[in-house]
């Protein structure tokens, strides 16, 4: 069973440019989750997408928006890039996702770097 | 707002000793308690969780974590060290949504 996939592994950007992340759920999971985990801190909470609608959504502003596709893979985009942008972002997946206690699967991460 | 305290940025255990990471969380309704290690260039792995049901909870790698309502608390603890215990630990909550609040986390380090 291939877990959560995340592409690409690395980016560089600059200030003001527009950057989409891609997540391949896990096989059978229903719900991704999008997370953003700067330097030396927590995931935070962005936006979670349960079959193709956007289920709930962190502090962050409108130029985070997101996308998840038929076979609930998902893209996380990101407009007008700021030098704070530069993190780890993290997707999870979850088998059924309006289940409080439904555990999530993370995927490696991207890493951006915005200059 | 949701909100976890992960004292102590860094830990350092002797290989074999006891490891404690310790986490609270500020809210008078019990979460939802998950226990995850990141190692390095990799994503989260789930260690151990509580929902509901006995509070002292068993997980992978043998870690356990018991849940104190009164304490407001869910540690961490390992009996002995091991050296591929170093990792960084993240304590997180979630209020029945299914969303993530995790705290800001611990660098283990395992000395030799």
């Known amino acids: 069973e291939t877990g959560v996939t995340q592409s690409p592994t690395h980016l560089i950007k600059t200030r003001g440019q527009q950057v989409t992340l891609r997540c391949s759920s896990q096989?059978?999971?229903?719900?991704v989750s999008w997370y953003q985990q700067a330097l030396g801190q927590g995931p935070q909470f962005i936006f979670q997408y349960y079959r193709e609608e956007e289920n709930g959504r962190g502090n962050f502003p409108p130029r985070f928006s997101g996308l998840q596709f038929p076979n609930y893979s998902s893209e996380l985009n990101v407009n007008a890039l700021e030098l704070d942008d530069s993190a780890l972002y993290l997707c999870?997946?979850?088998?059924?996702?309006?289940?409080?206690?439904?555990?999530?699967?993370f995927g490696p991460g991207t890493r951006l770097t915005v200059l | 707002a949701q909100s976890v305290t992960q004292l102590g940025s860094h830990v350092s255990v002797s290989e074999g000793a006891l490891v404690l990471l310790r986490c609270n969380y500020s809210s008078s309704v019990p979460p939802y308690l998950f226990w995850y290690v990141q190692y390095p260039n990799q994503g989260l792995q789930l260690l151990l969780k509580y929902t509901t049901g006995a509070t002292l909870v068993k997980g992978i790698n043998g870690f356990e974590a018991e849940f104190k309502k009164s304490e407001t608390s869910f540690h961490l603890t390992k009996p002995s060290a091991h050296m591929s215990d170093a990792a960084e630990y993240f304590c997180?909550?979630?209020?029945?949504?299914?969303?993530?609040?995790f705290g800001k986390g611990n660098q283990v380090v395992v000395i030799p």
């Open positions: 096989s059978g999971h229903n719900t």
């Open positions: 997180a909550v979630s209020y029945g949504n299914n969303r993530l609040a």
């Open positions: 999870a997946s979850s088998p059924k996702g309006q289940v409080a206690t439904d555990t999530q699967y």
